[in-house]
């Protein structure tokens, strides 16, 4: 590096004699020893950049003979001497200095505070830039969500999307654009213009028009005094609006606001005694204030009002009694009537029982029973009628269960409302007598299994309802299968405390008819196992009691329920806190007998064995009797052909092939199979479809013209695509499918946007030029 | 005695005109029809029987060129009109319904590497090996004039595709960046990168069109915003994608098609799982293409083959194939959503039916409602077996076809081998990664 260095100061060095050559030519001004006290020392400087020529820094300090001759008022020049001047060499004196504190004070102030952060690395703030830009684009995309989804689930989509709107072109325009050539259409025409008939409307001309435009002139003064009139009305009364309205005083809008509301009380009154109808829907209306109210939430503490007078209230006995009449207004509007909320709950029960199909009538029934005021229906008039129908069982259910029903269909149901009656009455008798009970806690009142519980109060539904038809001994047809449902739904209703004590004399009639019932179901079920079709016995017993069936059927339920009966059945042993053993006893032995009658019939196994000699007997291959009675001998009623005959036409069917399920004792193996058919047949259940049932039901709906009428098969068999041919189809648009599309283009955004691009590009293009 | 007379309504029974048709009174009782089902599923038989025979998809070969076809476009305006870029710089534009070369021009030295048209159809551009970015005039030059570019803007490094604005006169061009233009500036009024690497395909988004998507060969797919002037997200795949086609009916989708022999559907907004994985090709799939409707697309293989994919399936509908046709190397689906053009390297450009069986020309109304109710029943009974396996049944060539079982094998055998690993570690140090995950690599930020 030095000797680089060393060598261009030679080449400057030779340079500069070369300038300075010149002049020795032409001795102008200088003086002999002037230029030759010069060469003498360029020439030593000549001979020491020569000798720092060969690497080695030897430079030697120059010694200072005489005055510099350039004092600058600048800088301190060091000329001769090789060293340079640091400032801190002037500095030094200065140090010692006090007029300096100020600054350094300021100086170590600066030391002190903190440093500002490092800016973030610039892949970083790319990052967040490109995360920021990918979050904004995704928001916009997802407004195509409900379009992307009803397309894709849109039974037929017709491209293209945007549909050409076919203009309609005013009659007048075709018609002007033809013209006339036959001489019959000329002549037609002629006759029209002449009379300047009109094309569009036919019932009026031009001129018959323009004669009913026109008024008279009274006609014109008349309007517009009276138009006149309107104006200055409504100005007056806008002026008075204002004048109304600028009133500060709230004194005047408090009373001026109860005399309006006590107008609307007065007239409400008059129109209830003048029209009632009316009036109803006054009152409709109050409530659907009540509701909007709910909704809106208005007269809650959030409004400005309320918050400006909830600062108030701390000082302003006024403000705070306004605010609570505010309050107070609030709960009253937004008080829902209790006994929905209640029936709400009820079906909240229902629905957690996994019942879906709960009769209304049940939650009807109850609000009337329950109800604390019954004025508050009028509200709900679309209730207040079902109400009423559902009311009215209940009165006429006494009488009806006099009577016998006459309809088949009618007896279940009245049976069910009697059925969920009953149940209502207990609940509202235990409701009374809660108290009573918590000082009484008698037998498996105590149990926490609830569903233990709602066996036994299900049990004891039944007894009473057998009982009570024992007594009444009456015709009840099958019940339907919804009363079970009721039944099982009420359940958990009964998983409150029961009233035992105002049982029991009931239930000990009723075991003992039921014991009868049960003997009979037995004695039947011995006959034949109970899986075996019920028809039968249905067949078989025409005359039997006629509980039975009813019996049978509530054994079914039972039975539906069996697994809940024997899990829980350990727990029924260890049921209570015990008041008196025997109390106990009793209860235990009447859970037990119930039991036992309700699966008296419920052989398992031999059902199956059953099933099985007759799925053996079914698929075995039959006799053909080809025996014509009355051929070849007399015949007629009560004639039997010959048992020669018999024997000769009977073609004994082929023995089959053995079974595989023969040596199987427990197991049915059907051999219906078709292994030919299999072969078209479906094997597994394809994708959409999550049931068999489903995908056979689609199946077996047939779509062709054969079995449909027109439109249905127009209808079954619409392609799901739809394109026109020969037509472009462009990409989906926002304004095909109503949203608006930005109407920023693009291009300007980026364009608007050139600073970061600008230095982007910058870079790329340095970027570009480096490579 | 009052004798009455039989009598009905003419109207009932005579027709108005003769061209009217005759009406059948018809008696719906469902006992006058019975075995619905069996006669059903004939029909549906008969008409996937008759489908097969029909299918037909080859229309036409446009040839002409003189080097593999390297890309293809389609005229925004005129269903009839293609272009295409060849692999010796000649770009030609064809009429379809002639079934001609209408014009035909050397447009760059070496490989045209992209090709793509304005919206309004008068103009179109192309990128070549040459480093160049030349916009043509759609309709060739009047007498006398010399054939030349409206403008060319030389660049600095080879442009390998090229994409223009749906509705703007803006462009794309990708190479070492993706630079957009303006049309009228001839340097990019903003350019995009993200790491260094080719970028071989970009396309504008046909719905949101700020958005662009691109794939590079370092196997990722990059997401850029135009209007806010950056990259969005990267999604780094298993293998190189070699393009990518946005949906035209549902802005957020498009769909890779990539080395791996598959193509992925991507939902834009969840990068990390595609939609879809499209899987039949037995190489790479070079291009793709959506339909109009947006309801399937066609993918170009190396395998020599192209195959159509519903959206929503993973497996392809349709496979189409020829003795003669090579590697495909760009596929097009035309605007009417009814033909399918693919471009390949033995010079070739191919016209097919997008639906193979499909007759072409006006269908009268009874026509129409026969093959709806046909096509209806082959849906319903498209379970079925025989019904199956002969909509599914389509002859193809001994490579693909050997390429095909060995590969059955070949993914057997990895399953197999995950399902053995999983048995014999202890339970739940192995997962099972879906088929689907798998590919991705990572989601860049």
């Known amino acids: 590096m030095s000797s680089s260095r060393a060598a261009e100061s030679l080449l400057a060095l030779n340079q500069q004699e070369e300038l300075e050559d010149l002049p020795r030519e032409y001795p102008l001004s200088t003086s002999e020893d002037e230029g030759d006290s010069d060469g003498e020392r360029k020439h030593q400087k000549l001979l020491e950049a020569i000798s720092s020529l060969d690497g080695k820094n030897r430079r030697k300090l120059a010694e200072r003979s005489e005055a510099s001759l350039k004092v600058s008022e600048f800088n301190a020049s060091s000329e001769g001497s090789g060293e340079k001047l640091v400032l801190s060499d002037l500095l030094e004196p200065v140090k010692t200095s006090s007029s300096l504190a100020a600054v350094k004070k300021q100086l170590n102030r600066v030391k002190s505070k903190k440093t500002v952060e490092l800016p973030l690395h610039r ?26 989804q009803k397309n894709r689930q849109a039974e037929q989509l017709v491209f293209p999307l945007s549909k050409q709107q076919s203009v309609f072109a005013p009659i007048e325009h075709v018609v002007s654009g033809w013209k006339a050539r036959t001489p019959l259409e000329q002549e037609i025409f002629n006759l029209l213009h002449k ?13 018959e028009k323009a004669s009913l435009k026109a008024m008279s002139l009274e006609e014109v003064k008349m309007r517009r005094a009276e138009l006149q ?17 600028k009133i500060k005083s709230k004194k005047y809008h408090k009373l001026l606001k109860k005399g309006k509301a006590k107008q609307a009380l007065k007239e409400f009154e008059k129109l209830r005694k003048v029209n009632p109808a009316a009036a109803l ?34 000082y302003d006995l006024e403000a705070r009694q306004a605010m609570q009449e505010q309050l107070a207004r609030n709960k009253e509007l937004m008080q829902k009537i209790q006994v929905a909320s209640e029936s709400a709950e009820e079906e909240g029960v229902a629905e957690e029982e996994g019942e879906p199909f709960v009769p209304d009538m049940v939650n009807e029934v109850q609000v009337k029973a329950s109800g604390p005021n019954p004025w508050m229906f009028r509200n709900h008039s679309s209730d207040t009628k079902e109400a009423e129908v559902q009311g009215d069982p209940e009165e006429l259910a006494e009488p009806a269960a006099q009577e016998a029903p006459e309809s088949e269909e009618e007896g279940p149901v009245v049976a069910e409302e009697i059925l969920l009656k009953e149940f209502e009455e207990r609940r509202s008798l235990r409701q009374k007598s809660g108290l009573k009970q918590i000082t009484k806690p008698v037998g498996s009142q105590e149990t926490k299994d609830p569903s233990s519980q709602g066996v036994l109060s299900e049990l004891r539904a039944l007894s009473q309802k057998l009982n009570r038809e024992n007594h009444q001994s009456r015709k009840q047809e099958l019940s339907s299968t919804r009363t079970v449902l009721a039944v099982q739904r009420e359940e958990p209703a009964g998983e409150e405390e029961e009233p035992l004590l105002l049982q029991r004399p009931e239930r000990a009639r009723t075991l003992d008819e039921l014991e009868e019932l049960g003997k009979e179901g037995c004695f039947q079920n011995k006959e034949l196992p109970r899986a075996a079709v019920e028809g039968q016995q249905w067949e078989r017993n025409p005359s039997n009691h006629l509980s039975v069936p009813k019996e049978k059927k509530r054994k079914e339920q039972m039975i539906d329920l069996q697994n809940l009966l024997t899990t829980k059945s ?5 049921l209570a806190v015990p008041t008196t053993e025997e109390l106990e006893d009793e209860e235990e032995r009447d859970q037990r007998q119930m039991i036992k009658e309700a699966f008296a019939g419920d052989d398992v196994i031999r059902d199956f064995l059953k099933e099985k000699r007759e799925a053996v007997e079914a698929s075995k291959p039959k006799d053909v009797d080809l025996t014509l009675p009355g051929w070849g001998e007399w015949g007629g009623v009560g004639l039997k052909p010959s048992a020669k005959k018999r024997h000769r036409f009977l073609i004994k069917a082929p023995e089959g092939p053995p079974r595989k399920d023969g040596n199987l004792p427990n197991v049915i193996l059907s051999e219906k199979r078709n292994i030919r058919a299999a072969a078209h047949q479906v094997r597994m259940l394809p994708y959409p479809f999550t049931h068999h049932q489903q995908f056979e039901r689609t199946i077996q709906t047939p779509i062709g013209s054969t079995w449909n009428t027109q439109r249905a098969f127009q209808k079954l068999t619409m392609p799901k695509v739809v394109t026109k041919p020969g037509h472009i189809i462009k990409p989906i648009k926002a304004e095909d499918v109503g949203y608006r599309s930005s109407s920023r283009s693009d291009l300007s955004v980026v364009q608007r946007n050139p600073k970061r691009l600008s230095i982007r590009h910058k870079k790329q293009l340095k970027k570009n030029s480096v490579d | 005695m009052k004798v009455k007379m039989l009598s009905r309504n003419p109207d009932s029974y005579v027709r108005e005109t003769k061209l009217d048709l005759q009406r059948v009174p018809r008696n719906y009782d469902p006992t006058l029809h019975p075995f619905e089902v069996p006669r059903e599923y004939v029909r549906a038989l008969n008409a996937t029987k008759l489908e097969r025979v029909f299918a037909k998809p080859f229309l036409a070969s446009l040839d002409g060129h003189r080097d593999g076809v390297s890309c293809l476009a389609k005229h925004p305006k005129s269903l009839a009109t293609v272009l295409s870029g060849a692999c010796d710089g000649e770009v030609r534009i064809w009429n379809l319904t002639k079934r001609k070369c209408i014009h035909m021009i050397q447009a760059h030295e070496g490989f045209v590497r992209g090709i793509c048209t304005r919206f309004c159809g008068t103009s179109f551009f192309t990128v070549g090996d040459d480093k160049t970015v030349k916009q043509w005039k759609m309709d060739g030059p009047s007498f006398g004039e010399e054939e030349e570019p409206l403008h060319t803007i030389l660049g600095k490094t080879v442009y390998t595709g090229i994409d223009h604005h749906w509705k703007e006169a803006v462009f794309a061009t990708c190479g070492q960046q993706v630079d957009i233009w303006d049309e009228q500036r001839s340097s990019p009024i903003c350019s995009m990168t993200w790491g260094f690497d080719s970028i071989s395909s970009v396309k504008f988004n046909p719905v949101e069109t700020f958005l662009l998507g691109s794939c590079a060969s370092d196997r990722n797919i990059v997401l850029y915003d135009m209007r806010q002037a950056t990259p969005l997200k990267k999604v780094i795949l298993d293998m190189r994608t070699n393009t990518i086609c946005w949906n035209p009916m549902e802005a957020f989708i498009f769909t890779a098609a990539n080395e791996d022999y598959n193509l992925y559907t991507f939902d834009m907004r969840a990068l990390d799982t595609p939609v879809m994985v499209h899987m039949d090709h037995v190489s790479a799939v070079l291009d793709v293409d959506y339909s109009p409707t947006g309801k399937d697309f066609v993918s170009a293989s190396f395998d020599k083959s192209i195959r159509i994919f519903p959206v929503d399936k993973s497996r392809s509908r349709e496979v189409y194939h020829t003795k003669r046709m090579q590697h495909v190397i760009c596929v097009k689906w035309t605007s009417d959503s009814k033909y399918i053009m693919c471009g390949s390297d033995e010079m070739n450009i191919r016209l097919w039916k997008a639906n193979a069986s499909e007759k072409l020309g006006v269908l009268t109304s009874r026509e129409k409602a026969a093959t709806d109710y046909n096509q209806r029943l082959k849906e319903k009974f498209q379970h079925h077996p025989h019904i199956k396996r002969i909509s599914r049944h389509r002859h193809l060539p001994k490579s693909i076809y050997s390429q095909i079982q060995e590969q059955r094998v070949m993914k057997e055998a990895r399953r197999r081998k995950e399902l053995n690993r999983i048995k014999h570690s202890k339970p739940g140090s192995v997962q099972r990664v879906s088929e689907k995950k798998k590919r991705v690599v990572a989601v860049v930020k």
């Open chain 1, 123 to 148: 892949e970083e703030i790319e990052r967040i830039h490109r995360e920021v830009a990918f979050n904004k684009t995704s928001q916009v995309l997802s407004k195509w969500d409900p379009v992307v």
């Open chain 1, 195 to 207: 009379n300047k008939q009109p094309v569009t409307d036919p019932l009026l001309t031009p001129m």
């Open chain 1, 229 to 245: 009139r309107a104006r200055a009305l409504q100005s007056y009364y806008a002026a008075r609006a204002r004048r109304e309205k």
């Open chain 1, 281 to 314: 829907e006054e009152l409709e209306k109050l409530e659907k204030a009540r509701m909007m109210e709910r909704m809106s939430l208005k007269h809650q503490n959030s409004g400005k009002w309320a918050k400006s007078k909830a600062i108030m209230a701390k």
């Open chain 1, 570 to 574: 350990p727990s029924m042993k260890s």
